[in-house]
């Protein structure tokens, strides 16, 4: 396995730290014990953590009023991969990397996947792009794409998505998570459910395309870039399209399209009653998509949707493995460290909610006693696993202190000399 960081300095960093990682792990392991846990049970669990990572957060993001390029940005799609080869090397928790074309449409997708797989990286959902024009399109987007008035917008926007398909599955992809910003700024600027009879039909088009073993996601959010009414707004209307389209039609939640305030764990319960579950884009909000770091606003919120997740595992069993993936956009931040600790905030969750005695919460729920319910929840989140996600790390070659060791490499440094920007090019691909 090639590694972009010389591994002689993880082992290096982590040598340094072990002794004070052991003590903290042995001290957690004792009251973990005490409540009847087994803290190797649980550090094995966070081993199997993965989430995947935006391609197009390993470049600076920006708003519409400015993006400020930070040094040795990914100019193409291999710089963005060696970028997340990093954040895998160092986290051991993001092996898969979730791609959006046009943006990482590349001549050569063999030696894509050559790159990947010798980076320990495969290819996880596909993101299609409907939602801005390119250079030579013959059909604008200003007014819509699946659900557009016009035909032939429709039908450009279903190629895409078919093209979208062909391109993932010569990367070993999946799956294939369509989100359209088409909507209306002003009441009557079309007929609502004549815009969401169209996208159905579009969605039928590119659901025929999909490989028997692929899924679809169909990602809803609130507003933006519509101010009046989106066609797929809400989980409701996301419910009854996958419902509609078939088995291989999913819903996806990504935790910024809501409504400030909005349950999303009970969205997420629901959802997964149903049998529509299909993944995530995880990221932190504080009004609109603001698109910030996994848990870095509402961390209990991120620790509610896991304490879900693990109701219906308990339920289903493992049958159920929802897709995780990171959407997030950062624009004051070294994008390699946001992900990384984001990808273990994430992680985080996912272990603190291994954490609840399920047991005691459904005699407590049963028997109304609301405070120990809560409690019972409240002393999974208060637990610092800390010890364990880094013990996890250090077991998979990882490094114990990801920032640290990544600063100490000098990388970000190295690849500012290394990648001169290139004209035109934009490293992210958001803005
Ligand atoms: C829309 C969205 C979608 C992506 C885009 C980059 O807000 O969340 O998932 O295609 O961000
Ligand atoms: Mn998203």
């Known amino acids: 396995m090639d590694k972009v960081i010389d591994h002689g300095q993880v082992a290096e960093h982590n040598a340094k730290l072990q002794q004070n990682l052991d003590a903290d792990y042995a001290a957690l392991g004792s009251i973990l014990a005490r409540r009847g846990q087994d803290i190797e049970q649980l550090t094995a669990k966070a081993q199997t953590f993965a989430v995947a990572l935006p391609s197009w957060g390993v470049g600076t ?15 193409d799609v291999m710089e963005k991969l060696e970028d997340c080869a990093v954040i895998h090397q160092l986290t051991q928790a993001t092996p898969t990397v979730s791609l959006h074309f046009p943006w990482d449409k590349s001549s050569d997708p063999a030696a894509m996947r050559e790159f990947a797989s010798k980076h320990g990286l495969g290819f996880d959902t596909v993101n299609s792009n409907t939602f801005q024009d390119q250079a030579n399109q013959e059909q604008t987007y200003k007014f819509g794409s699946l659900t557009a008035n016009a035909k032939a917008v429709r ?12 391109l993932g599955r010569a990367l070993g992809s999946k799956g294939l998570t369509v989100w359209v910003g088409d909507g209306a700024n002003f009441p009557g600027q079309h007929n609502l459910r004549g815009a969401l009879e169209r996208y159905l039909d579009s969605m039928r088009d590119i659901y025929k395309a999909l490989p028997a073993d692929w899924l679809m996601y169909i990602e809803h959010k609130l507003f933006e870039p519509a101010f009046y009414a989106t066609t797929i707004a809400d989980w409701g209307t996301s419910y009854a399209c996958a419902n509609e389209l078939g088995p291989k039609a999913k819903c996806l939640v990504d935790l910024g399209h809501h409504a400030p305030n909005t349950n999303i764990e009970m969205i997420v319960a629901r959802l997964a009653q149903f049998g529509k579950l299909g993944g995530f884009h995880f990221n932190d909000s504080k009004y609109g998509d603001d698109d910030l770091d996994s848990g870095s606003i509402n961390p209990f919120q991120l620790f509610l949707i896991f304490n879900e997740l693990a109701d219906v595992a308990q339920r289903d069993g493992d049958a159920f493995k929802p897709s995780y993936m990171l959407d997030q956009s950062h624009n ?18 996912f272990v603190q909610s291994a954490l609840v005695d399920r047991k005691a919460l459904s005699a407590y729920q049963e028997n109304n006693d609301v405070l120990l319910a809560a409690q019972t ?4 989140f208060r637990t610092d696993v800390s010890p364990i996600l880094a013990m996890a790390r250090a ?11 990544y600063r100490a490499t000098g990388y970000r440094e190295k690849q500012a000399t290394l990648r001169p920007p290139k004209a035109g090019a934009s490293g992210s691909g958001i803005v």
């Open 155 to 166: 039908e450009q926007a279903v190629a895409h998505n078919i093209e979208c398909i062909e």
């Open 332 to 349: 004051v931040t070294d994008p390699i460290e946001s992900l990384m600790s984001s990808a273990i905030e994430v992680q985080r969750s």
């Open 61 to 75: 993001g920006g708003t519409r009023f400015a993006r400020f390029p930070g040094k040795g940005e990914p100019r």
């Open 377 to 380: 929840l409240k002393q999974a």
């Open 395 to 405: 077991r998979s070659g990882a490094a114990i202190d990801p920032v640290a060791c």
